[in-house]
Structures are given as structure tokens and as C-alpha cells.
Nanobody, 116 residues
Framework: QVQLVESGGGLVQAGGSLRLSCLAS????????MGWHRQAPGKQRELVAS???????NYVDSVRGRFTISRDNAKNTVYLQMNSLKPEDTAVYYC??????????WGQGTQVTVSS
């Protein structure tokens, strides 16, 4: 099994930056891709950014140019660098790992709050 632990959330003013980390442990060699999702109160969870095992990245339009997903294979960690944060970025951010079967494993989430 794969375990995921997120960290790095917090409270920041609009225009500020945060970096989220997702540490993976267990059978990480089975992971096909990893992603960051977010869920704001009353809204559906949405994919924010993803990165494949080959390094291909993808972003939702609302964060493209502001957020950067990256991975450090030596540290088994995926990062989400978030710049120019907006109040609408406020949400619980979840890391997930996707396997070739299509099944996914989720972390517990970390709260990001952006004040105006």
C-alpha cells in the first residue's frame, strides 16, 4: 500500500505564497501519477495539478501560471508551489496517487486559507 501525508497549508494574505508537500511511502514504485486536488466548502473536489511518472504536468486553467507542481524522487515527495494566491484558492488541498489500474490513494488533506 501507499501512504500519503500532506503538509504546508496555512493562512496567507492574498498575493502571498505557500508550498504544499506530499510525502509518499510504501509501494511508491507502483504509482503512475500524482496530483493535487482541492475542495472548497459547498463545492465539488477539483483537480488542480497533476504530474506523471514521466514528469508531464497538467493544470486547471484557474491556477495555470500561478501554481507549479514538481516532484523530488529522492525524497518521495511531490510539491505544489502556489504563488499569487487569491481568496478563491481557499480550500482543503488533497494529494493523491493514481495507479495504472485507475485506483487512487488519498492523503488526509491540508487547509489553505487566503485572506483578502
Amino acid at each position: 500500500q501507499v501512504q500519503l501525508v500532506e503538509s504546508g497549508g496555512g493562512l496567507v494574505q492574498a498575493g502571498g505564497s505557500l508550498r504544499l508537500s506530499c510525502l509518499a511511502s510504501g509501494s511508491i514504485f507502483l504509482i503512475n501519477a500524482m496530483g493535487w486536488h482541492r475542495q472548497a466548502p459547498g463545492k465539488q473536489r477539483e483537480l488542480v495539478a497533476s504530474i506523471t511518472s514521466g514528469g508531464t504536468t497538467n493544470y486547471v486553467d484557474s491556477v495555470r501560471g500561478r501554481f507549479t507542481i514538481s516532484r523530488d524522487n529522492a525524497k518521495n515527495t511531490v510539491y505544489l508551489q502556489m504563488n499569487s494566491l487569491k481568496p478563491e484558492d481557499t480550500a482543503v488541498y488533497y494529494c493523491n496517487a493514481v495507479f495504472p489500474s485507475g485506483l487512487a490513494r488519498w492523503g488526509q488533506g491540508t487547509q489553505v486559507t487566503v485572506s483578502s
